[in-house]
Antibody, heavy 121, light 111 residues
């Protein structure tokens, strides 16, 4: 079955960098768009970035644009999120999710369990 | 601007039914959405895709107690025969031009 496992979270100082990974299994990874979503403590879900199946196009939420970079390695069935210039407000659980395309719409249909990023001095 | 609006909270008794609402912003009434459930201290889980005509496709292992319907710009999630494990947060989600959008979520309390 579909399995998504995030890793790489931890404690980082403001201004620092961190790279998250998401290992995918149970489906043909290179056929699917992928997304990162985050959830700050006690808050709702916030879309962060998405990447097309071949990795040729990405887009990011305004809140992380220019600081975060999404990428993927289809040979390794892996998704990444490179985060830099981190701020306290980036503190959140970060989830990777698979996107499913149907009838002209991309919707998230599988989620990982999340990895916690804490930005604090 | 594409926005999804949800009521912050809802409650219903054990064994009863509840209907949650997600409202699409003006000009986006044809959009499909997804409903996601997040139980306390857990990651989100995809419940279903819900189209503007009310047709829906549920995720793997989602019980028949969960159903969806649509009316105009509103998308509904109905949970019947409420169980204690249905308590949690419910989010709607859709897709715009190169963006993905979430509603603010509805916290469901099972009394």
């Amino acid at each position: 079955q579909v399995h998504l496992v995030e890793s790489g979270g931890g404690l980082v100082k403001p201004g620092g960098s961190l790279r998250l990974s998401c290992a995918a299994s149970g489906f043909t990874f290179h056929d699917y768009y992928m997304t990162w979503v985050r959830q700050a403590p006690g808050k709702g879900l916030e879309w962060v970035s998405y990447i097309t199946s071949a990795g040729t196009f990405t887009n990011d939420a305004d809140s992380v644009k220019g600081r975060f970079t999404i990428s993927r390695d289809n040979a390794r069935n892996s998704l990444y999120l490179q985060m830099s210039s981190l701020r306290a407000e980036d503190t959140a659980v970060y989830y990777c999710a698979r996107e499913s395309f149907s009838r002209g719409t991309y919707l998230l249909d599988y989620w990982g369990q999340g990895t916690l990023v804490t930005v604090s001095s | 601007q594409l926005v999804l609006t949800q009521s912050p909270s809802a409650s219903a008794s054990l064994g009863a039914s509840v209907k949650l609402t997600c409202t699409l912003s003006s000009g986006h009434s044809s959009y499909a959405i997804a409903w996601h459930q997040q139980q306390p201290e857990k990651g989100p889980r995809f419940l279903m895709r819900l189209n503007s005509d009310g047709s829906h496709t549920k995720g793997d292992g989602i019980p028949d107690r969960f159903s969806g319907s649509s009316s105009g710009s509103e998308r509904y999630l109905t949970i019947s025969s409420l169980q204690s494990e249905d308590e949690g947060d419910y989010y709607c989600q859709t897709w715009g031009t190169a963006i993905r959008v979430f509603g603010g979520g509805t916290k469901l309390t099972v009394l």
